[in-house]
């Protein structure tokens, strides 16, 4: 258009004119495949909006966690469609609600470590924290969520338990009186604290040493500490 003008060397209206009319065809063109695009896509586009929830909570069920950490990744391109589909919801709002899923999914794990531990099914214990670690592996990029600060908040819980085992054992050791007519509940924290040392070996290292000072206080006990450890059958 610059060479074409009227007031350039070999510029004229006529050309002008004619470039014009084209930029305008181009230009109307454009906005007709624009919208021919988004009529073509915009209900297939609502719809997997709309199912992104209902495939959220299936992923967190069936812990695909990797799944939903690719959802939320994606929707960082959330915004291409919004240019292609008008009035989807906020990319804001999609977000808060995968998060109040993840959060709740959580939760639901917690709920399922408590019951086990007040239960003793260790090995399931384990199964709740291998499924937790799976979440921080894939979730915890998300700042937002703060999925790291849950697992450590939960594991922190567990190890209070751990402690809360190790010190019952350790105040019968007060005396021989006190050690010898609770043996029987000081054997049954060390059993604990061994079952611990084998079917969660996320707190393996930690049981190992409860298990190791509750031993070496026995013996350090010279007046009955070895009878008390051969009663309980070491």
């Known amino acids: 258009s610059l060479k074409s003008h009227p007031d350039k ?7 002008m004119r004619l470039l014009q009319e084209a930029k ?3 230009y109307n063109n454009s906005k007709s495949y624009q919208d021919v695009i988004s009529q073509l896509f915009s209900n297939d586009i609502r719809k997997a909006l709309e199912n992104l929830e209902t495939n959220a909570a299936t992923f967190l069920k069936d812990a695909r966690y990797k799944c939903v950490s690719d959802m939320l990744q994606n929707l960082e391109s959330y915004h291409l469609m919004t240019e292609l589909v008008p009035k989807l919801r906020s990319k804001q709002e999609i977000q808060r609600k995968v998060h109040e899923l993840v959060r709740g999914h959580v939760k639901t794990i917690q709920d399922s470590i408590n019951n086990h531990w007040d239960t003793r099914q260790f090995k399931q214990l384990h199964d709740d924290f291998t499924r937790l670690a799976s979440i921080d592996s894939h979730l915890s990029s998300f ?5 790291s600060g ?4 939960i594991r922190k819980d567990v190890e209070e338990d751990i402690d809360k085992l190790a010190s019952k ?5 007060t005396s021989e009186k006190t050690a010898f007519a609770n043996i029987k509940d ?8 061994g079952r611990i040392l084998d079917d969660l070996p996320r707190f393996k290292s930690m049981a190992s040493e409860k298990i190791h000072n509750l031993l070496q206080t026995c013996q350090e006990k010279p007046s009955w500490g070895g009878q008390f450890l051969f009663k309980l059958g070491m």
Do not use: C, P, R, Y
């Open 9 to 15: 060397a070999g510029g004229s209206d006529e050309k």
């Open 150 to 153: 849950w697992v450590k908040t």
């Open 186 to 193: 000081f054997a049954l924290q060390l059993i604990l604290l």
């Open 24 to 26: 305008t065809v181009l």
């Open 169 to 173: 054992a350790v105040a019968h050791l």
């Open 143 to 147: 700042s937002s969520m703060n999925v």
